[in-house]
Antibody
Framework: EVQLVQSGAEVKKPGESLKISCKGS????????IGWVRQMPGKGLECMGI????????RYSPSFQGQVTISADKSIRTAYLQWSSLKASDTAMYYC????????????WGQGTPVTVSS | EIVMTQSPATLSVSPGERATLSCRAS??????LAWYQQKPGQAPRLLIY???TRATGIPARFSGSGSGTEFTLTISSLQSEDFAVYYC?????????FGQGTKVEIK
């Protein structure tokens, strides 16, 4: 069974850096695109970007380009989302999710990592 | 960027009744349309992909239809566990975009 397990909740101050992770199970992790999806409090879903762990090919949604960095380490089946300088507006739940069937829908989701940025 | 617009924002339905949710794309997405269900405190769950194909383990009371710019998710007979927020998502063009969601609540 495919599982995506995300790192735990984070509480940070504005200006701090952060890297959260998403670990996949199974040998197929490197064969599927993995995406990061933001959900701000009480709001909808936004795709931030995707990465192909097999070769680290990455695409960013225009709204998030330059704001975050998506990376992966295929040797440990883990994808990452990082910020160099957090803002209060980065407070949100962040999900990783797998693209299914080689297409662009998300068939398996992590449990989410809540990030709170507050002074 | 393709804008996805869902209607209504909130749908009040009695258990056992039929629910019809709509999703409109600002330009054609062919059949590259998925539906998700999200319950409070949970990650979204894939219901439908390819506009009309049910994901693994999804009950037959969920059905999707449409192509191009107009799509519909129908829940034929609402069960208590179906009260949730539903999102559509297009994956025809980058970036992937979601609708703002439809909340299905108990009438």
């Amino acid at each position: 069974e495919v599982q995506l397990v995300q790192s735990g909740a984070e509480v940070k101050k504005p200006g701090e850096s952060l890297k959260i992770s998403c670990k996949g199970s199974g040998d197929s992790f490197t064969s599927y695109w993995i995406g990061w999806v933001r959900q701000m409090p009480g709001k909808g879903l936004e795709c931030m970007g995707i990465i192909y762990p097999g070769d680290s090919d990455t695409r960013y949604s225009p709204s998030f380009q330059g704001q975050v960095t998506i990376s992966a380490d295929k040797s440990i089946r883990t994808a990452y989302l990082q910020w160099s300088s957090l803002k209060a507006s980065d407070t949100a739940m962040y999900y990783c999710a797998r693209h299914g069937g080689g297409e662009g829908y998300f068939d398996y989701w992590g449990q989410g990592t809540p990030v709170t940025v507050s002074s | 960027e393709i804008v996805m617009t869902q209607s209504p924002a909130t749908l009040s339905v009695s258990p056992g009744e039929r629910a019809t949710l709509s999703c409109r794309a600002s330009q054609s997405v062919s059949s590259s349309l998925a539906w998700y269900q999200q319950k409070p405190g949970q990650a979204p769950r894939l219901l439908i992909y390819g506009a009309s194909t049910r994901a693994t383990g999804i009950p037959a009371r969920f059905s999707g239809s449409g192509s191009g710019t107009e799509f519909t998710l129908t829940i034929s007979s609402l069960q208590s566990e179906d009260f949730a927020v539903y999102y559509c998502q297009q994956y025809n063009k980058w970036p992937r975009t979601f609708g703002q969601g439809t909340k299905v609540e108990i009438k």
